[in-house]
């Protein structure tokens, strides 16, 4: 019998982000993912990075 081939874990993240739009800190939880590849997700959606919030604080 053939195994069945793994589930691409970085693709069903982006897929699941197109859906919910998720933030980078949910899609690591959820999908055990990097940083950095929650963070290319989260940048490469136009919806999100449309309202996303700078990433270096202002120096407060």
């Known amino acids: ?3 069945a081939p793994l589930p691409n874990i970085f693709e069903q993240a982006k897929l699941s982000h ?3 739009h ?3 800190p949910g899609l690591v ?3 055990h993912l990097t940083w950095e590849q929650a963070r290319t997700i989260v940048a490469a ?3 999100c990075t ?3 919030l ?3 604080s ?3």
């Open 45 to 47: 959606c136009p919806s």
């Open 18 to 20: 197109q859906l919910f």
């Open 1 to 3: 019998a053939a195994m």
């Open 50 to 52: 449309q309202h996303a």
């Open 29 to 31: 939880r959820r999908f």
């Open 54 to 56: 700078p990433t270096l």
């Open 58 to 60: 202002a120096g407060v």
């Open 22 to 24: 998720q933030n980078a």
